[in-house]
């Protein structure tokens, strides 16, 4: 765990503020890539998770941007209401669970609202590399951007398109935009659940291969839950077998019998409670597996997924 000041608050749009994190010591904050994002410790408890923004050279502080949901789970009401220059917060080191490829040739960036956020640092780390991208914001009104004054002084400026959705003759064409394929581009999307969809469909309606197409989801949309039944796990390295009742996760029944996995967003959206199915059908409903993973039924999200089959067999 790393303690943290506050240095800066800033309002970027809309119900959305900026933070600026740097070392509580002075000294400098862990490397990252882009693509990651931190852990943030809140002083209700509450822990939350926001990708980094700024550049990965920048080792003296961490930025991140957050969006007062009214849907949210409270961690961001809590950032927004509480959390004031100065303020002392901790967070952990940067993981990166939507890191850029290797091996691209150009690259296209996609954002809408919030999920500005990630897609900034890649645009950052790619003017660094000096690699060919272009990256297209898409916002509802001019209120709403986040880091459009900062897209606009930055060194990649005339490589951002700013996509306004109140205005027809600059709303996004995707299907125009990706109309041509490369075999070494890749694309990057991340914002609501709508624009990603719609994003992704049309880039695979162009014929874009899908390890070319990448996505970062901040949260999942509700799942019905009124037909869950109820089924049993069993745990591989001890043989003992678990009951989980239709109104439990299987994380959430692991922990009452003291077996701790690595929980985070609890969603299914990050892929950090990611554990190998040994035996049975997951019954997917994360949003972290590529349909062609989830099809494998080799590992499932326990905070979330469920079970096809009477029993699953876990490698714990």
Same mark, same amino acid.
């Given at each position: 765990?790393i303690d943290v000041?506050?240095l800066?608050r800033n309002?970027?749009a809309?119900?959305i503020?900026s933070?600026?994190?740097v ?9 990252f ?12 408890g ?7 923004c700024?550049a990965?050279n920048?080792?003296h502080c961490?930025?991140?941007g957050?969006l007062n949901?009214?849907a949210?789970?409270g ?6 209401? &509480?959390?004031q220059?100065?303020a &002392?917060?901790?967070i952990?080191?940067?993981r ?8 691209s040739?150009?690259?296209l960036?996609?954002?809408?609202g919030i999920?500005?956020?990630p897609?900034?640092?890649?645009? /950052?780390q790619?003017a ?5 991208f /272009?990256?297209?914001?898409c ?11 900062r897209l606009k002084?930055s ?5 951002v398109t700013?996509h306004?959705?109140e205005?027809p #003759? ?7 935009v990706?109309a &041509?394929?490369?075999?070494d ?5 991340c914002g609501?659940g ?5 994003i992704l469909d049309?880039?695979r309606?162009?014929g ?6 990448h ?7 509700p799942?019905d839950?009124?037909n869950?039944?109820s ?5 591989a390295?001890?043989?003992q ?5 239709a ?5 959430q029944?692991l ?11 609890e &969603?299914?959206?990050c892929?950090?409670?990611l554990?190998r199915?040994l035996?049975g ?6 949003l ?12 499932f #999200?326990?905070c979330?997924?469920?079970?096809k089959t ?7």
């Amino acid at each position: 765990m790393i303690d943290v000041t506050v240095l800066s608050r800033n309002d970027e749009a809309l119900d959305i503020c900026s933070f600026e994190l740097v070392r509580a010591d002075g000294e400098l904050l862990p490397p990252f890539t882009a693509g990651a994002h931190i852990d943030v410790h809140l002083p209700d408890g509450l822990i939350r998770q926001y990708s980094l923004c700024n550049a990965p050279n920048e080792r003296h502080c961490y930025l991140i941007g957050v969006l007062n949901d009214p849907a949210s789970r409270g961690g961001s009401r809590s950032l927004h209401e &509480q959390i004031q220059s100065g303020a &002392q917060l901790r967070i952990s080191e940067p993981r990166n669970l939507f890191p850029l490829a290797g091996n691209s040739r150009r690259t296209l960036l996609f954002g809408g609202g919030i999920g500005i956020t990630p897609i900034l640092c890649m645009a /950052e780390q790619l003017a660094l590399e000096g690699a060919d991208f /272009e990256l297209h914001y898409c916002v509802r009104s001019v209120e709403r951007g986040a880091f459009i004054e900062r897209l606009k002084r930055s060194s990649f400026a005339d490589r951002v398109t700013l996509h306004l959705d109140e205005q027809p #003759t600059t709303a996004l064409d995707a299907a125009n935009v990706l109309a &041509q394929p490369q075999p070494d581009t890749h694309l990057y999307v991340c914002g609501p659940g709508g624009f990603m969809q719609h994003i992704l469909d049309s880039a695979r309606a162009a014929g874009w291969p899908e390890d070319n197409l990448h996505r970062e989801y901040f949260s999942a949309e509700p799942v019905d839950t009124s037909n869950d039944g109820s089924f049993s796990i069993e745990i591989a390295s001890t043989g003992q077998v678990l009951a989980v009742p239709a109104n439990k996760t299987v994380a959430q029944v692991l922990e009452s019998h003291g077996i701790d996995i690595p929980l985070s967003c609890e &969603q299914g959206v990050c892929g950090t409670c990611l554990t190998r199915v040994l035996k049975g059908i997951p019954d997917h409903r994360d949003l972290f597996l590529t349909e062609d993973e989830q099809a494998l039924n080799d590992q499932f #999200t326990p905070c979330c997924s469920r079970s096809k089959t009477p029993l699953l067999v876990l490698d714990i």
